[in-house]
């Protein structure tokens, strides 16, 4: 479940330091996926994406690299456009296409991510936890998945700040402005002003 139905996704995005150890049991898949538009917030995506194969997150890590070496162990490939992202809002309208003709279409992108997403329900919310790998380590960003705009949220403790309508968060742009390069001045920011969590969806209520 990586999407609500239909071609809008509802969400709450959050920072984390690292991935709880209570979520390091839970189903994880391999996800890498570029972009071939990014631009003003629209994007075009391509994602291969495996359920078994199982790759560290390190700093070394090169997107293509993984690709190369375990493209026949992807079986889901999609195809996705994206709109802005406005209050948690997003269009997403997501198609499926061959895992081959997937992989041919990354090898030739320039901006790929990598990752591992885990899933699992946390009080009454689906969520993703995504661990970047490559440049973009050592990102850990948390999404909170409705069918409807995320209100009344409980967030749990390992979110430290909220980056929902950040547009330096989103995937495609750290595809080609990956997190490690500014990731130092981030953390001054955080230090500075301290965590935000957004008002505009009702109550908020951190997890005890």
């Known amino acids: ?17 690292a ?7 839970e189903p994880t898949a391999l996800m890498v996926q570029g972009y071939f538009v990014h631009e003003d917030n629209y994007a075009l995506r391509v994602r291969l994406r495996s359920d078994t194969l199982n790759v560290p997150m ?4 090169d997107p293509l690299d993984v690709l190369r070496r375990h493209r026949d162990g992807f079986r889901v490939a999609t195809v996705t456009a ?35 997403r885990t899933t699992a329900w946390i009080s009454e919310d689906w969520w993703n936890v995504d661990v970047f790998g490559g440049a973009n380590a050592p990102l850990v960003i948390a999404e909170a998945l409705r ?4 209100t009344n949220l409980v967030i749990p403790r390992f979110c430290v700040t909220e980056v929902t309508d950040e547009p330096r968060f989103s995937n495609d742009e750290l595809s080609w402005r990956p997190f490690g390069g500014w990731a130092d001045g981030y953390e001054r920011e955080l230090r500075e002003h301290g965590p935000r969590f957004q008002e505009l969806f009702g109550r908020n209520t951190m997890e005890a």
């Open 1 to 17: 479940m990586d999407a609500p139905a239909g071609d809008f996704q509802y969400e709450r995005r959050f920072f984390c330091r």
């Open 58 to 61: 390190t700093p070394g890590l």
């Open 147 to 150: 069918g409807t705009p995320v």
């Open 19 to 25: 991935m709880p150890d209570d979520l390091k049991d």
């Open 82 to 116: 994206k709109g802005p992202s406005v209050g948690g809002t997003r269009y997403e309208a997501e198609r499926e296409i061959d895992t081959r003709i997937g992989a041919e279409l990354l090898l030739r992108c320039r901006d790929v991510v990598v990752k591992n």
